[in-house]
């Protein structure tokens, strides 16, 4: 829980089940966070080794975050996460 219990973590992880995502893109996909949230939450996945970053050679730079190997084994908590909130909206 110390590594995935803050409100933004989870669904930064989510979103990059299904692979890498530019920083922009994922930004986009997490209504609410401000750039300062979304920054503070990824730098402290990247430091726990949760997600990797890409830095693209390229004029404006692009970065990409994937998950890492030990971020993608927390795929069956996240999914199991979503269902439950997907369940818990019905009632």
Not at 19 to 37: D, T
């Amino acid at each position: 829980m110390n590594l995935i219990g803050t409100k933004w973590k989870p669904l930064v992880l989510f979103h990059l089940l299904e692979g890498g995502l530019r920083s922009g893109v994922l930004q986009k996909k997490i209504p609410g966070i401000s750039n300062k949230m979304f920054t503070q939450t990824i730098r402290q996945l990247e430091h726990d080794g949760l997600i990797s970053r890409k830095v693209f050679p390229v004029v404006p730079p692009k970065v990409e975050y994937s998950l890492t190997y030990r971020g993608a084994s927390l795929e069956p908590i996240l999914r199991s996460l979503d269902a439950w909130g997907l369940e818990d909206c019905k009632h």
